[in-house]
């Protein structure tokens, strides 16, 4: 590329008409009413099944509570969500595999502190299948021995390679910090516990724990919600138990305190978590909050965004959001800086928590980010997997397909008001703590004199 | 796809356009023809670095406008770089295609490079690749660590991210000599689909898109290079990984004028590894067992993103006391024996029928789709082939399978081992 060929950078950034005005919206057409049905099946299982037809699939989301305080539960859960799939009285693993494949199917389970959740999904027309598959696996699931074993050798190994990803262990550390040893902080096991447990103890808890009541399906695809509903009930029937499944105990407030220096020596990078209490989706003032943390740090357009990505560049990816869990929700904050530049970040996140909460988002910005999760609301639910995943859950909080219709007129009636009012009740910096994890050597000085820090390991916090 | 829904402009921008009023939402992309195999050398990374300055403002948009005008238009938007091309899209409710169209334009025509912009993305950038590839483990693996092996010239061999010190010397005169080389509408291609009224769009196209001047299309360039003469090796420690990795590529028929050879690839990579009963999971992971994980696929970044040349690979995380030669002769073995007795039928309908449900799954999702056609458009002149491709896939036949098998050969591939650095693994 030689400079006589081209022109150069202003040349380029300008034209003979200059600048042009940006083109109004035109007329916004709703989203059209989907055929649905909500109901609870004879075992006890709740089934939202909805009519989305755009392409031949089915779509299918099961969340099963699957809480445990069983020190051992956490390891026995993943065995059993790692080998649920591969062998069943009538199927051996490979026949699961098959059986699927041939109907362009795919399902998979995996299970956290909440819930276990198998996902799948096929050609419509396999759905028989798909249901007989699923039937299957929750009443005959085997757990065969060599299975077990082979299954936890490779968790093993996962566990081993998931703990040196420095968000996975920003995670762990985090929630220690907030939540010290609740259930809920317990979201990968150990990899000795793992070794522990026996082909009999799956099969005991699966026995025990894997049960149709408090449970919900959510089916959304190119179906008949009403007939689909009554093959559920014919291909579940075998799936029968008076006990509920097991909800996880609620969790404690998250209060403002110290924020913890996790040392990770050499890390040429840090892991920036903060979190603050916040508000589920039933409460009515959840739109507003909903408002106000995107005006924080929800979406790219963001005040924290705006500063420490396009302003000083200290990261490549700022974000705040909110987590679901039982009744509760929290707003965390997440950034990955740079070593010489993480404490700079921690103030200037800091700042902006302070910011919103003292000056309001203008109306300016509260337009903005309305329209945001009113089009992101609706692109998320423009496909059967987008809108089978957001069903399932608003499902998990007791919400169904009528709270996803309501929403943008709830996200529409809020005020400039109602969002200042929000972001001063939720996001002041004292309602926050966390952890950054990084180089405590490099990091250390420079945090002890933003003030609020204390080094250590978060078990012993 | 009916025929008036391609056309191409007097600068030679080509456009696609798919209505779909299912859902009141519309997807606008924009791909350029060049991805960082055209990068000059000295400068890699720059293709991706110049896809972050493309966000920076225009002649009629300040540094920033651009996200909040799609943010507050209720959208979403994003772009990539891949080694033939790189993308831009938006995706919104319906009422704001004419804004997208415009933002696309206006960056088209006359996007404002600054220094401090520059400076400010080349910062960005590296905290990218710090979070991606540096401070992860098995960061860049394989994509950044294979083509060296396997490849001699720099285009095909460098490292799309970038080294830091080609990234710092990046220079304001560059980002324009590759703006004007690349970035002209006839080097293009415009996409539109969603919810919209086909007429009406194509007003709108003329109207924002119609007075961005021509300039040529950049000359064609051909990346080839002969397949590797014998089995190349090499092995890269890896601070953070707990465990020894392997990568084996291949060199593969050209996706663009080998389509069915193509095809046959990834039907063969389905048949190795695509769930519990394909052949190299059967064996690796269930059976021997010698691997944790194993997985096989065309294209570094996924199939259908490149011209030729293109890779084939298998990678496999392994257990320390597991040797890379003992994966690789299963591995061999496996090939053989499929080079040597063809694929059941059954074999070849589980793989096809999940090619096609993952098609219709990619087609559904607005982004996908909207993406895919202008790849199509773009790679191969033909945005419909994107529907046809399963039914193109299902017509690979045993044969071809096995002779797809036949030519993955032992003395002309590259393997690369990923050691973890002693003492991190726990």
């Known amino acids: ?461 | 796809m009916p025929e008036n829904s391609r056309f191409t402009l007097d600068n030679g921008l080509r456009v696609v356009l798919a209505p779909d009023p299912t859902a009141p939402v519309v997807g606008v992309s924009v791909h350029y023809d060049v991805g960082f195999r055209s990068e000059p050398e000295g400068r890699t990374g720059f293709a991706h670095l110049f896809e972050h300055l493309m966000f920076q403002g225009s002649e009629s948009l300040e540094k920033l406008a651009h996200f909040k005008i799609v943010q507050s238009s209720g959208g979403t938007f994003n772009g990539s770089t891949h080694p033939d091309y790189t993308d831009y899209y938006e995706v919104l409710p319906s009422a704001a295609l004419e804004r997208a169209l415009f933002l696309e334009a206006d960056r088209m025509r006359a996007p404002k490079l600054t220094p401090e912009n520059l400076a400010n993305q080349i910062d960005v950038v590296k905290e990218e690749i710090r979070l991606n590839v540096l401070n992860r483990p098995y960061g860049g693996f394989p994509w950044i660590l294979l083509p060296p092996v396997l490849y001699r010239t720099f285009p095909n061999a460098h490292n799309g991210y970038g080294d830091f010190t080609d990234l710092e010397q990046a220079s304001l005169d560059d980002c324009a000599a590759f703006f004007d080389t690349y970035y002209s509408p006839a080097n293009a291609v415009l996409t539109v689909a969603g919810d919209f009224e086909p007429d009406r769009a194509r007003e709108l196209i003329e109207k924002h898109f119609g007075d961005v001047p021509y300039r040529p299309a950049p000359p064609k360039r051909s990346f080839a290079e002969p397949p590797p003469a014998g089995e190349v090796r090499d092995s890269h420690t890896d601070p953070h990984a707990p465990l020894p990795a392997l990568a084996i590529g291949y060199r593969m028929p050209d996706p663009i004028n080998e389509l069915d050879g193509y095809l046959a690839n990834l039907v063969l990579a389905g048949v190795l590894t695509d769930g519990d009963g394909s052949r190299l999971q059967q064996r690796l992971v269930h059976r021997e067992p010698l691997v944790t994980d194993i997985g096989a696929g065309a294209g570094l970044f996924g199939p259908f993103e490149a011209r030729d040349p293109d890779t084939f690979s298998i990678t496999a995380i392994h257990a320390p006391d597991v040797s890379p030669d003992r994966v690789l002769s299963a591995v061999d073995e496996e090939l053989e024996k499929l080079a040597a007795n063809p694929p059941e039928a059954q074999e070849l309908q589980k793989v096809t029928a999940r090619w096609a449900a993952s098609l219709h799954s990619e087609h559904d999702r607005l982004v996908s789709r909207t993406l895919g056609l202008g790849s199509f458009e773009l790679l191969y002149g033909d945005p419909s082939l994107m529907y046809r491709l399963a039914d193109r896939m299902a017509a690979v036949t045993a044969a071809d399978v096995a002779a797809a098998a036949k030519a993955l050969r032992p003395d002309s591939r590259a393997v690369l081992v990923v050691e973890p650095e002693n003492g991190e693994s726990k």
């Open chain 1, 1 to 461: 590329m030689s400079t006589a060929t081209h022109r150069d950078a202003a040349e380029i950034g300008r034209t003979a008409k200059g600048p042009r005005a940006v083109p109004l919206l035109g007329d916004q057409r709703a989203a059209g009413n989907l055929s649905s049905v909500d109901t609870t099946i004879g075992n006890g299982l709740r089934v939202l099944a909805v009519r989305k037809a755009n392409v031949p699939l089915v779509e299918l989301r099961l969340r099963i509570p699957f809480a445990g305080a069983d020190p051992l539960h956490p390891a026995m859960a993943e065995v059993l969500a790692e080998t649920i799939l591969t062998g069943t009285a009538r199927r051996d693993r490979i026949e699961i595999d098959t059986e699927l494949a041939l109907i362009g199917g795919e399902v998979n389970a995996t299970v956290d502190p909440e819930r276990l959740s198998v996902n799948g999904s096929a050609l419509a027309d396999g759905l028989p299948t798909l249901l007989d598959v699923l039937a299957d696996v929750l009443t005959s699931a085997s757990y065969v021995d060599n299975e077990v074993g082979r299954e936890s050798a490779r968790l093993v190994e996962r566990l081993a390679v998931s703990r040196t990803q420095p968000r996975v262990i920003a995670r762990e550390a985090l929630l220690k910090h907030v939540y010290g040893d609740h259930p809920v902080t317990r979201e990968m096991p150990e990899a000795e516990d793992v070794a522990k447990v026996t082909p009999d103890a799956v099969r005991a808890l699966h026995a025990r724990a894997v049960l149709p009541r408090g449970s919900v399906l959510v089916v959304v695809g190119d179906i008949v919600p009403e007939s689909v509903v009554s093959d559920i009930e014919k291909a579940l029937q075998g799936w029968q138990a008076d006990a509920e499944a097991a909800v996880l105990p609620p969790l404690p407030a998250v209060t403002g305190r110290d924020v913890l220096l996790v040392p990770r020596a050499g890390a040429v990078q840090s892991q920036i978590r903060l979190i603050a209490q916040a508000l589920p989706r039933t409460d009515p003032r959840y739109a507003a909050l909903q408002l106000a943390n995107l005006a924080y740090g929800g979406y790219f357009s963001s005040r924290l965004v705006e500063n420490i990505r396009e302003d000083k560049g200290y990261t490549y990816s700022a974000h705040s959001g909110f987590e679901f869990t039982g009744a509760t929700a929290t707003v965390g904050v997440d950034a990955d800086t740079a070593n010489d530049v993480s404490a700079a970040a921690v103030l200037e996140t800091f700042y902006e928590l302070g910011k919103l909460a003292l000056v309001p988002p203008t109306e300016e910005e509260v337009e903005s980010v309305r329209q945001y999760a009113v089009g992101s609301l609706l692109t998320s639910t423009a496909s059967q997997a987008g809108l089978a995943s957001q069903l399932s859950a608003l499902a998990a909080g007791g919400l169904g397909a009528e709270w996803l219709a309501e929403h943008p007129a709830r996200l529409a009636a809020v005020t400039v008001e109602e969002v200042a009012q929000a972001a001063l009740d939720y996001f002041a910096p004292v309602r926050f703590t966390g952890v950054v994890v990084g180089d405590a050597e490099s990091l250390a000085p420079r945090l002890a004199a933003l003030g609020g820090f204390t080094v250590g390991e978060p078990a012993q916090s």
